[in-house]
């Protein structure tokens, strides 16, 4: 008796289980069980995360470029965001076979070494939107640099504090980031807090965590302000984070007295945007980049881009400069009441 | 049962993608499971007493952060770096243990403050920095395989044989059945229960050191944020594998067995469908489907 | 059976009904004294902190987490546990968000409450189920629960929009939203809300035979099964109990936008809060006012630890902060009740 229904629990788990796989396997794109071939690269494109928008439409402009050049492209990341997961991914797609591999890097620390491995076996590995060592990769797509996001989320904000001029900026101002611990943020508040020494009249008073949960980022926010008479700006360096600190300042009725900026995609801002809780949201155009980024990899695959060549030829955006081994997108966008409206992502 | 739903998985695998079980795949990807394989022989023991141990992740931080500050920040040679970090895993442990079993909170309370405490003193102590740039032999002891496998599964292997033997055929191991199946009567039948429950907790948070300090070679990275989420895995692999989470049942080569389900599971699912939101879902509801089948089975067999 | 009748019958000492009370009743003055001395450290460094403006950001902070403790402690008081609320909350959250939101199906306000309502207390009813059927242990069930509602949530929020364009759901429609940064009579309606579920929660285990019974099913399943309770329906009831708060608590939300990243490591704020408020893991003993105060306690931490001003750095240590008032807060108790209960060292 035992023993009948122990068979009849595993058959019925194992019919499961290959029901599952077989009645899936037909909605979802085939990608993997193609061979490489010449002709449709394989290229798999790693989001540090998976599932936020910022992702998502770099995604789409990625889906458009493959769909025009005939790239097979697999999308897929880490939904937690974990650096220790995508370098599994790397791994698992390297004995997949890949053609090119794309990598945005939420932690260059555990992620190099994959890549180099990877290299070595012959894939050709390139970063985008976020880079690691120069010796793990071929090419980094760039749109900016830690650096240049760091500047530029000062630079903004001391102008919306300054009421239009960045030398007017006086008081403290305090970060809003992700979690303590997480790679990137650390890299952009520590160019912030570098940027910060040309405006000596500006204080970092407080970096407080969201944990990646929006109610968090608008409850430390919420209590900064109260704590901090003199609060007058924050950065909030996240994509949970930043409508989340917006939230907090329209309810604490202090539009136009705290300013608050971030990088984020301009749909999810819009609203705060054109009520006037925030003047102005950093990025860049995120579809182009994931276009860009499929073009370059297409190109590498296919043996049309080598090192050393000094322009890129990316289908609708045009030739683009390359300064070494890093491709330009372009510049930072600044949006704000009057250009927002112009972009739909 | 468990092994016939793995080669169920491995033939619709095989099927659905060939070379996924090609066994250059499989080697390929048997880095992944080391981590969750070695911090799953102390739990089985820990939930066959009816314990739990919410802590291994954050203890993994910790140890990492001990390792990387020592060595990269510090400055330290790397074999006093280790040689601390294995202590601070122990320590951790050990304190996991005392709580338990001199101030007599439950496991499940203890371990969820740690939880919280040793990643929070990882976070603090690190000032969230990122140590990397450890030396080659370092990292080839991580990287390197010898004869297919890495360093960390041969130390699994004789682990998991030590385990086996110590659970299966010595008296400690049956103090161990004992504690979980009926534990006032275990005391009172002269067993030496806490003495048991230090051991196994201890043995938790030293596993937790040398995973951590493995990831530091495979990876060469140490940081607060290493072994986030890992607990839940952990516990999933040991229960998947058969062990009762009441206490008193339970093998190794269930936990075996449960490790690489959940593996090939989650390998399987992001090679196949290359959708990483699938995998909470179908590892999810294979715990709960296995767990349930087994239950429902019990029953049957209790009434026949 | 089990171990889990083993594990209550040691415990079903005879002290159940009014020593129950009086040691409840210590840990409530306990936490109340750690509270008192919190708040008057960080007043004399920041007279703000008792600003009236302070103490109802706090209280509204702790609306969330209070309302969905209310459920889980009558979970943990019948001897199980409920971790799946962190994950139940972000799918339940992002549920309203498609149902209600102009960009998406734009259902009237009141028939996207009632159906997230309806949903969380249908997830509430599996666990039960799973839990009381099936006989899974119930960290199993809400272990598994937790990880696929993570995952279904992911999918929802990925989902191409019903308008074709891309972002995240970000206009939740103010009806929706009165219950969360509304008024009524000057005061916050999302603290009328958990006004409500606490008040209710507390007349429930006091003066209700079904109160009665999640106590008597907590502290001896045997004994009360043989006086000829269900076990069964009192369980289920406390799992649908709580997946219902965790929908009232999706509702009170405070937000505009909807994201997949909520509600992480909620489950776990929420069991800490519920132990630190004197719920016995082991099923049988817990007050709400034990519990109110551990949400406000483990709430309070973050705004206190922000209006002491400790710079840039200090954030690194909230979460070894909060690890160790939980080991104090047991660490107390336990030295506490040494004197009464001699059989307490194991589990």
Known sequence: MVRIGHWIGSVALAAVIALSGCSKSESTHESASQPASAIKPTVYLLPKKKGVPYFETCAKGAREAADKLGVDLTYDGPTSGSADEAAKMIEQWTLQGADVIAVSASDPAPLAPVMKSARSKGVHVITWDSDTPADSREFFVCQASAEQIGNALCDTLAKDIGGGNADNADGEVAIVTAQMTAANQNEWIKYIKARLEKYPKLKLVDIQPSNDDQTKAQQVTQDMLKAHANLKGVFAISSQAFPGAAEAIKQAGKVGQVQVTGLSTPNDMKKYVHDGTVKSVVLWNTVDLGYLTTCVADALAKGTLKKGATTFNAGRLGEKKIDGDVILLGDIIVFNKDNIDQFDF | MLLLVLIALMLTAGHLEPKFVSSRSQEGLLSHVWDLAMLALPMTFIIITGGIDLSVGSMMALTSVTLGKLYIAGHHPLWLAILAALCVGIACGLLNAIFITKVGVHPLIVTLATYSAYRGLAEGISLPEIYSGFPDWFRSLGQNTYGSLQLIGWLFIIAAVFCAIVLAKTPFGRSIYAIGFNETAARFSGLKVNRAKVIIYTLSGLAAAIVSINYSGLRDNAQANVGLNMELDVITAVVLGGTSIFGGRGRILGTILGVALIHETREFVGWHYHRNEYVPLVVGALLIVAVAANALLMRRSSRT | ?347
């Open chain 3, 1 to 347: 059976m089990d171990a889990t009748s083993t594990i209550s019958m040691e415990l079903a000492t005879p002290t159940f009904s009014q020593r129950l009370w009086q040691l409840a009743a210590r840990r409530e003055y306990g936490i109340a004294i750690v509270l008192a001395i919190i708040i008057a450290g960080v007043t004399t460094k920041n007279h703000d902190f008792l600003s009236g403006e302070n103490v109802r950001d706090i209280l509204i902070h702790c609306t969330q987490p209070l309302i969905v403790s209310c459920g889980v402690m009558l979970v943990i008081v019948t001897g199980e546990i409920d971790i799946s609320v962190g994950s139940a909350l972000a799918l339940l959250t992002a549920v309203l968000g498609w149902l209600a939101s102009p960009t998406h199906y734009h259902w009237p306000a009141w028939a996207a409450i009632l159906a997230t309502l309806a949903l969380g207390a249908i997830l509430g009813l599996i666990n039960g189920l799973l839990v009381t059927l099936v006989r899974i242990p119930s960290i199993i069930v809400t272990l598994g629960m937790l990880t696929m509602l993570r995952g279904l949530t992911v999918i929802l929020m990925s989902h191409p929009r019903p308008d074709g364009r891309a972002g995240d759901i970000t206009d939740m429609p103010y009806s929706v939203r009165f219950f969360g940064i509304g008024k009524i009579l000057g005061i916050s309606t999302s603290l009328w809300i958990t006004a409500i579920v606490v008040v209710f929660t507390a007349l429930l285990i006091t003066f209700t035979p079904l109160g009665r019974r999640i106590y008597a099913v907590g502290s001896n399943p045997h004994a009360a099964r043989l006086s000829g309770l269900s076990v069964t329906r009192v369980k289920i009831f406390t799992f649908m109990f709580t997946g219902f708060l965790v929908g009232v608590a999706t509702i009170v939300t405070q937000l505009a936008t909807v994201t997949s990243g909520l509600g992480q490591g909620f489950e776990l704020l929420v069991v800490t809060c519920v132990v630190v408020g004197g719920v016995s893991i082991s099923g049988g003993v817990g007050t709400m006012i034990g519990v109110v105060l551990g949400v406000i306690l483990i709430q309070i931490q973050s705004t206190v630890l922000i209006f002491l001003k400790l710079g840039t750095n200090a954030a690194n240590w909230n979460q070894a902060i909060q690890g160790a008032l939980i080991l104090i807060a047991v660490l107390i108790d336990q030295v506490a009740s040494r004197g009464e209960k001699r059989i307490g060292g194991g589990h």
